[in-house]
Each structure stands twice: as C-alpha cells, then as structure tokens.
C-alpha cells in the first residue's frame, strides 16, 4: 500500500496536481501572530516604518490555565493578563501582536535554527533604499541586501534586519518578478498582484 500511495503522489507531482486532497478550504493568510514586549512600541514601529493601521484592540484580560502535555493536571498562567492588537499592512496579510503583563516566559529572542521561530517580510520594490530608511532610524541591518542572479528566485533582492526589540525581521523586493514565473504553472502571493 506505501508503494502504491508514494506512485500516486509522484504522479500527481509529475502532473502538477496537488500531491493531498485539501481538507480545509482557505482563502488565504489572515494574519500572522508575534509576541511583543511592548504593544505601544510595536505600534508604532509598525506603523511608523510600514504604514501598517492599528485597526483593533483587545484585552487587557487574565490568561486562562490550561493543560499540561499530559493532559492530567491543570498549568498555571505564566502571566496575569495579555492584550492583543491587530493592524492592517498594505495588501498583504494582517499582524497580530500579543503583550502580555507580568509574564515568567522566556525574554530571549529564538534563533532563526530553533523551532517555532518565525520571521515576517515587508515587500518593496527599493530592498537597497528600503534597508537605509531603516538604518538610519536606527534600526540594525543584518549584513548587505543580497540580489538572487539564478534558479527559482532570480531578481529577488532581501535583506535581513532587527526589530527595535530584537526580533529578525525582513524586507524582500522583487521589481521585474522572479525566475521561477517564467515556468511555473501555480505562482507564488505577490503584494504587487495580490489578487492573482
């Protein structure tokens, strides 16, 4: 039966059908979730940088217990209370920030390597001119933007960069499109196409 399944899904591939059956029906990305140290701060280093639009707020309220990995005993809240705001950014997919009060979890920023770590890319056609907007409001750009010169993301040109709280974030541009459009059949969200 594994052979028979792993033939089908080569096949499938080979075809350009979808290798599984869709079990939920999405439209899209609603929102990507980041915790923050400070949502006042976050705020407005997301609208200030990005344009992004605070649109709503919630909380403060308790954070609830919940189970532990076995399911046998209650976890207590590792914080008293969390408030979440979610803002509006161009075409592209909402962010929600979460902030919590008096938390005992972890402050250290993961490394790209661990698990669970996440990164959010701002699109702009100047990546260049983008990433010295950003140094010199201080923010700390890691390395120099790298332009892709073959395979599948020829043309696009991204740099790494630090949030005023230290997470990696990224800007990403890709004016003239990417290599791999000239030949894919299904071609990747675009925040210059949003729609197609």
């Not at 260049?128 to 933007?145: D, R, S, T």
């Amino acid at each position: 039966m594994k052979f028979i399944n792993a033939f089908l899904v080569a096949g499938l591939l080979a075809i350009g059908a979808p290798a599984h059956a869709q079990d939920v029906k999405v439209a899209g990305i609603d929102h990507v979730g980041i915790t923050v140290p400070d949502l006042r701060q976050a705020e407005e280093f997301f609208s200030g940088t990005f344009g992004c639009v605070p649109v709503t707020h919630i909380g403060p309220f308790p954070v609830a217990t919940s189970l532990s990995p076995d399911r046998k005993q209650t976890v207590a809240p590792r914080a008293t209370s969390r408030s979440l705001a979610m803002l509006r950014c161009g075409t592209g997919s909402n962010i929600e920030l979460f902030a919590y009060k008096d938390s005992t979890g972890s402050t250290l920023i993961p490394n790209n390597e661990d698990l669970g770590q996440s990164h959010i890319a701002f699109y702009t056609d100047d990546v260049k001119a983008g990433a010295a907007k950003l140094k010199a409001k201080g923010l700390q750009i890691i390395g120099e933007p790298i332009t892709m010169p073959s395979g599948d993301t020829a043309g696009e040109t991204w740099v790494h960069f630090l949030s005023p709280w230290g997470s990696e974030m990224e800007l990403v541009g890709y004016p003239n499109g990417k290599g791999y459009e000239k030949t894919a059949k299904v071609k990747l969200w675009s925040a210059k196409h949003p729609a197609d």
